[in-house]
């Protein structure tokens, strides 16, 4: 913002300032998974197709993508859908009992269909 004040001057300002702040919130509500789209459940299939539940409760399907990791500590998981773009979904060490964590961490490293474990 303070660059901003110094390059423009008047309705420039108040503009580039409004787009500034809008797209700040938008980060802040998207990082803290308060978006409608944010993932809230998420369901794996042992063919390689999965879906997650948004905040408002509906359904979307999707494929599970390579590139994902896999840690005791963090799990990020790549899902694409048709006609959208890759989403991800972050599984925190708090979002599940360590046991269930460990039952997704090796599903994910050693599923079928994958030919190299995830992570490495």
């Not at 702040?21 to 990082?31: E, F, I």
């Not at 994902?68 to 989403?87: D, E, H, M, N």
């Amino acid at each position: 913002m303070f660059a901003l004040a110094l390059g423009l001057d008047g309705l420039p300002f108040v503009l580039a300032s409004a787009g500034a702040g809008l797209s700040a919130y938008c980060t802040v509500v998207a990082a803290l998974l308060r978006s409608s789209d944010s993932a809230v459940e998420i369901e794996l299939r042992a063919e390689g197709r999965a879906a997650w539940r948004d905040r408002d409760g509906d359904w979307h399907e999707a494929t599970l993508e390579r590139g994902g990791f896999v840690s005791p500590w963090l799990i990020l998981i790549p899902l694409a859908a048709t006609g959208t773009r890759l989403k991800w979904i972050v599984v925190p060490p708090d979002a599940a009992t360590a046991d269930d964590r460990r039952r997704l961490r090796v599903w994910l490293r050693w599923r079928q269909d994958r030919s190299v474990p995830t992570g490495e």
